[in-house]
């Protein structure tokens, strides 16, 4: 079956700009996770999505958002861009609720200039 | 504050060496554990997974962990590593159980040399 779904897969913004990222998850997945991939922090969380609920949120500025359709595909949102947050952004899906494997996308690269 | 460390950060070996790289977390009651490997321009695979019972398991591509609860550790081991192992490897820890979120730590990066 197909895996996790991102995109775009690149993107380039101005700073002060907006942007929306999008994930499909796994078929049947019900869960959506995303992440911050950068070289120095690594992989951080950013959101937890079960059933169209944000169930967990890291610790990120109001200007990341994200949300879950019926269909369990998932859009993030960052507005007012800056620099900082150029940065591999992955999706990651469950089946569960809780307590099940996460399945990775390819990711979307923004770069901000 | 929910954590895990990751301690080699770049580790370069010739083939059939031996590998081991640590992973520790922080104290937080219930956890799941995870190691996912990164090949270059690919996305994150599971290469294992710990969520109870014999705390030695086996995962892909002969890769092997042990959990060591007296120790907060769940180091990824393998007996001979081969070119093809020359990725970035990640230990991830789910807390509590309620939940799918990861911590992650900050990866390592292995290059095995031929």
């Known amino acids: 079956k197909a895996g996790v779904t991102q995109t775009p897969r690149y993107l380039i913004k101005t700073r002060g700009q907006q942007v929306t990222l999008s994930c499909s998850p796994i078929s049947g997945h019900r869960s959506v996770s995303w992440y911050q991939q950068t070289p120095g922090q690594g992989l951080q969380f950013l959101f937890e999505?079960?059933?169209?609920?944000?169930?967990n949120k890291g610790n990120f500025p109001g200007r990341f958002s994200g949300r879950q359709f019926s269909n369990s595909r998932s859009e993030m949102n960052v507005s007012t861009l800056e620099l900082g947050d150029s940065a591999l952004y992955l999706c990651?899906?469950?089946?569960?609720?809780?307590?099940?494997?996460?399945?990775f996308g390819q990711g979307t690269r923004l770069t901000v200039v | 504050a929910q954590s895990v460390s990751q301690h080699n950060h770049h580790v370069i070996l010739s083939e059939a060496a031996s590998l081991e790289l640590g992973c520790n977390y922080s104290y937080g009651g219930t956890v799941n554990l995870f190691w996912y490997v990164q090949y270059p321009g690919q996305h994150l695979q599971l290469l294992l997974k710990?969520?109870?019972?014999?705390?030695l398991v086996k995962g892909i591509k002969g890769f092997e962990a042990e959990f060591i609860k007296s120790k907060f550790s769940f180091n990824l081991r393998k007996p001979s590593v081969q070119w093809s192992d020359t990725a970035e490897y990640f230990c991830a820890v789910r807390y509590g159980g309620a939940t799918n979120k990861l911590i992650f730590g900050t990866g390592t990066l292995l290059a095995v040399q031929p």
């Open positions: 710990y969520f109870s019972g014999d705390p």
């Open positions: 990651a899906s469950s089946w569960g609720e809780r307590n099940t494997e996460a399945f």
């Open positions: 999505y079960f059933s169209e609920t944000q169930r």
